[in-house]
């Protein structure tokens, strides 16, 4: 809250949590079905499954592969050859519906090196491209995984694996190191579902996985917090969640039904928080359509984003959305009975300070006594503004549109 009484709505106005769709590119099925899901979640166009939902979804993917199974990747194996998939990856880079880099590649079979990230990054540049989002890969050989755990050597500047220098250049902000929740809403209010959970998964930690050195659960409920890598930088990371009952699945496409299920969906409403769904729905897709309850338990996601309960938002843009929240600075005057919002446009953060740009601030809402006499500022331009009723709290607010992001033809 601002020293005049204005404050932030937790959410863009009108809805009283938020999800992404955070989906790792392992096992991808076919190139086909994974641009028909795409186009199926994230435009309303007639799709093999269905009519689109319309909603915004994003996906991750891999420069390289060094597998045993075939899979998605940019290049041909360890080769800079393209494959047929890198045009479909490079027009989602631009329109940022590709904003993760699950790991460099998948090096199941090893043989990941510096060089190797820096051809990858090189890539990234050619094309004025960046990926906010790192999400770790694999076990064993697979040494670029960041994070101070075994066999984790992407961080560690001593070993020939590190790169997170790179992974910084190449845009990355918000890393995923392994840590899972079963908790439904981070960030959440402290309903008894979020604390029995929080409650179950300090003692798990300490009884059944004390002897576990692997990313595990963490004992708050944060959906990001500072963290401090072996080279000394700081930067996020954030947690997944898993599924609200702890037993982990192959989370592919099967799997996402129970994830989204109505009864998860309305405890995420019902406890107000933030979620990033931890999947791999391009795994075990068929382009003869989708599992039907799978079907089923989207078009209520949709019916509950349609009734401005349930914001969905790509994991980085969610992710930003948040860190802008949490340390957004803003002054407030009154002048002429208007009441004038300035936005500063730097961001001061426990990993540093960061300069905002005006299409960042997309879906800020602002609780105040008036709308129609409010405007808001932002490197001494009005900003357009929407002028909200009173929502569940009682209270009227204005909001910075939130600008859903075009789909590639």
């Not at 955070?22 to 269905?50: K, P, R, V, W």
């Not at 906010?132 to 961080?155: A, C, E, R, S, T």
């Not at 809403?185 to 402290?190: A, D, I, R, V, Y």
Request: charged share 20%; aromatic share 12%.
């Amino acid at each position: 809250m601002n020293s005049s009484g204005i404050q932030l709505r937790k959410f863009p106005f009108p809805f009283q949590c938020a999800l992404a769709i955070s989906s790792d590119i392992d096992n991808a099925a076919s190139q086909e079905t994974f641009t028909e899901i795409m186009e199926y979640f994230n435009t309303e166009s007639d799709t093999l499954f269905g009519r689109g939902l319309g909603l915004e979804i994003g996906n991750s993917f891999w420069f390289f592969s060094n597998s045993n199974r075939p899979q998605l990747s940019y290049f041909d194996g360890l080769t800079m050859n393209e494959t047929s998939f890198a045009p479909i990856i490079r027009n989602m880079w631009q329109s940022g519906h590709i904003d993760t880099l699950h790991s460099w590649g998948n090096f199941d079979l090893g043989g990941f090196t510096r060089s190797i990230a820096k051809m990858a990054l090189k890539e990234l540049q050619k094309y004025h491209a960046t990926i906010p989002v790192w999400v770790n890969h694999g076990i064993g050989l697979n040494h670029q995984k960041v994070g101070n755990y075994p066999n984790m050597f992407g961080d560690d500047p001593s070993h020939k694996a590190y790169h997170l220098d790179l992974a910084i250049e190449a845009g990355c902000e918000f890393f995923w190191t392994g840590k899972i929740t079963h908790v439904i809403g981070q960030e959440s209010e402290l309903t008894f579902s979020v604390q029995s959970k929080l409650l179950i998964q300090w003692l798990m930690k300490r009884t059944r996985y004390r002897h576990v050195v692997n990313p595990i659960y963490d004992d708050g409920n944060q959906l990001f917090f500072p963290i401090q890598f072996r080279d000394q930088t700081r930067f996020w990371e954030f947690i997944r969640f898993m599924n609200a009952w702890g037993k982990e699945q192959v989370l592919d496409i099967h799997d996402l039904a129970t994830q989204l299920s109505p009864g998860m969906l309305n405890q995420l409403i019902k406890n107000r928080g933030f979620m990033i769904l931890y999947t791999h729905f391009n795994e075990h897709l068929k382009m003869d359509g989708l599992p039907n309850d799978l079907t089923k338990n989207l078009s209520y996601l949709k019916k509950k984003n349609i009734e401005g309960d349930i914001f969905i938002a790509t994991s980085s843009r969610l992710l930003k959305y948040k860190e802008l929240h949490d340390y957004l600075n803003f002054k407030v005057d009154s002048i002429d009975g208007m009441t004038n919002i300035y936005i500063d446009s730097v961001l001061d953060t426990p990993i540093g300070s960061k300069s905002l740009a005006r299409d960042q601030l997309c879906g800020l809402t602002f609780y105040v006594d008036h709308p129609p006499s409010t405007r808001i500022w932002f490197q001494k331009k009005k900003i357009e503004i929407e002028k909200n009723p009173k929502d569940e709290s009682g209270k009227l607010s204005v909001m910075i549109p939130w600008e859903k992001l075009s789909y590639p033809n």
